[in-house]
């Protein structure tokens, strides 16, 4: 049973029949459809996170913001007291011709909500239009139900209004959110820098300027896109990786093409006529790369696909009716070029497949799942060394362990999407995390000074103890940057690398090396700490 509490509301999930929910009496049914089933939106059903989001986007549309911003319900007001009369009102029967038209309204949002949730385009989209015409429309028939002056049929008519309201209100804020409009204006960029040095000079006959200096230009963008925060808002997720996914893919395509090659024949200074048929395919290629970048960047129109798709496959045919029996380094030559077309016609696929939700969603990505199941795991292994060290037991030692989550992770294919390298990198830091830390505990216990150790090698030996247990609890540490928690740990860890910083070696070669180890342990629980609390988002 799911429960939502707010002033003096209640939401109880039934296992069968949807929802209901009680407020001041009155008992407000939605549909199962809404929570288990709504159509339009296969990708519903893909998480139970998903359904309690958008359980609770219903709740704010009828009682909170981000929809209606409480503007239309009277919070914390004092409960006017009903007349006696009216309490031995029964509810109107469900039969009631403004019930069934208001249940009806009901149902089409419910068909119209993940729609909503889930587009991530701008105003002047096909799709934005006819979603805010269909609710437009919705909210007039809202608005035509007759309530026969009766304060129950005028409270269900507003709260319907209230949930259609919030469903227009959410699709604006979501096209013209500041994130979503950085998101186009980098898109935009990288369309017109593809424009310029690919698409426009092969339009005109010329040959494209494919360089590093593009690759470069690209990649810049690429890291600008990933950091445009999208306050985990669903659409502005799908904007975001959608149009990484395009950038990635051009710069795999211009990354990817093969030069042109020239071969002799033995003892002959002609070119061999396999070679000059494989070079007259590769300028083919060449302008289907160009079109294919278009297509990608939406610089062409989408119909251009097919047309795109049988010159690639017309283009496999020739090849493989080329006789290169006898030449390996020909057969080599043919080989690539049949690989770059594989990997055009591949790209090409991706983009027949169309907008779907599932391609831009980084949750469906396989590299994903796979980091955060390692993520999983070590938050678990993480969990079983604090509570032994707690204890002062030093024999859970799950380094081997983490060492093979390390290697798992170097084998995670990033698809040369900067998102997953960065998730990737950050699973990374939480391993090696936990293996310094048991590792210096290991050398902390093992520890055996003796009577001639010199003293700034001690005052060193001092402040590693003291960083074992400030790295404890900065591997629990689980808050912003704006806790007191968060300060005061920062705080200790810079009053320790004050305290190296004041440890005189006098000359001792032993103490300068461990200070500086010591000061770089400090330095990393600190770049650990700010790694955990920046707020990072996929």
């Known amino acids: 049973m799911f429960s939502f509490n707010r002033g003096r509301c209640a939401l109880f999930r039934n296992s069968s029949d949807g929802c209901t929910l009680a407020m001041q009496g009155v008992v407000i049914h939605l549909d199962a459809t809404l929570l288990h089933d709504p159509p339009c939106c296969g990708r519903w059903k893909q998480t139970s996170v998903e359904m309690c989001a958008h ?136 369309r017109q820098l593809v424009d310029d040095r690919v698409v426009a000079p092969q339009r005109s006959g010329g040959a494209a300027e494919i360089n590093d200096e593009l690759v470069d230009a690209l990649q810049e963008i690429v890291l600008r896109l990933t950091q445009v925060k999208t306050e985990g808002r669903v659409p502005l997720r799908k904007a975001r990786y959608r149009a990484l996914t395009r950038m990635c893919a051009v710069q795999d395509v211009i990354e990817g093409r093969t030069q042109q090659q020239t071969l002799s024949l033995p003892l002959s200074g002609d070119t061999h006529e396999a070679v000059h048929r494989i070079n007259q395919v590769m300028v083919k290629v060449s302008v289907a790369r160009s079109q294919l970048v278009a297509l990608l960047m939406g610089l062409s ?72 199941a390692v993520r999983a795991h070590v938050s678990h292994l993480r969990d079983g060394v604090l509570r032994h060290c707690i204890m002062g037991d030093l024999s859970f ?52 000074p003796g009577p001639s150790e010199h003293p700034s090698h001690r005052a060193v030996w001092l402040v590693l103890g003291s960083l074992s247990d400030l790295q404890a609890q900065a591997l629990g540490f689980d808050g912003k940057r704006l806790d007191k928690s968060y300060m005061m740990l920062e705080e200790l860890l810079t009053k320790q690398l004050l305290a190296l910083d004041a440890v005189d070696p006098q000359g001792d070669e032993t103490t300068k090396m461990a200070r500086k180890q010591a000061v770089k342990f400090a330095q990393n629980i600190l770049n650990y700490l700010d790694m955990k609390t920046d707020e990072w988002e996929y």
């Open 397 to 448: 030692r799950p380094k081997a362990e983490l060492q093979s989550l390390l290697t798992h992770l170097d084998q995670v294919d990033t698809g040369r999407n900067p998102c997953i390298r960065e998730a990737r990198r950050r699973a990374v830091v939480e391993v090696q995390a936990i293996i310094t830390f048991l590792d210096l505990r290991e050398a902390l216990a093992r520890r055996q």
């Open 55 to 190: 359980v609770f986007g219903v709740l704010k549309s009828l009682f909170g913001k981000p929809f209606d911003g409480g503007k239309r319900m009277d919070h914390g007001g004092p409960q006017q007291q009903q007349h006696p009369m009216e309490q031995q009102q029964q509810p109107y029967h469900p039969q009631h011709p403004a019930m069934m038209r208001l249940y009806e309204v009901q149902k089409e949002v419910a068909s119209l909500g993940p729609q909503v949730c889930t587009f991530s385009g701008l105003q002047n989209d096909r799709d934005y239009k006819r979603l805010e015409r269909e609710l437009t429309r919705l909210l007039l028939e809202v608005d035509q139900v007759d309530t026969e002056g009766k304060a129950e049929l005028q409270g269900a008519r507003k709260r319907a209004a209230q949930e259609v309201e919030g469903l227009l209100r959410y699709l604006e804020e979501n096209a013209t959110h500041p994130s979503r409009m950085a998101i186009e204006e980098l898109s935009n960029e990288a």
């Open 301 to 372: 129109g989408r119909d251009s696909c097919t047309h795109l798709s049988r010159i690639l496959t017309e283009m496999q045919v020739e090849l493989d009716a080329l006789d290169v029996s006898g030449n390996a380094a020909i057969r080599n030559y043919r080989k690539q070029v049949v690989e770059e077309i594989n990997g055009l016609l591949k790209h090409l696929d991706l983009e027949v497949e169309g907008d779907d939700t599932r391609r831009y969603d980084l949750g469906q990505n396989n590299s994903i799942r796979e980091i955060e």
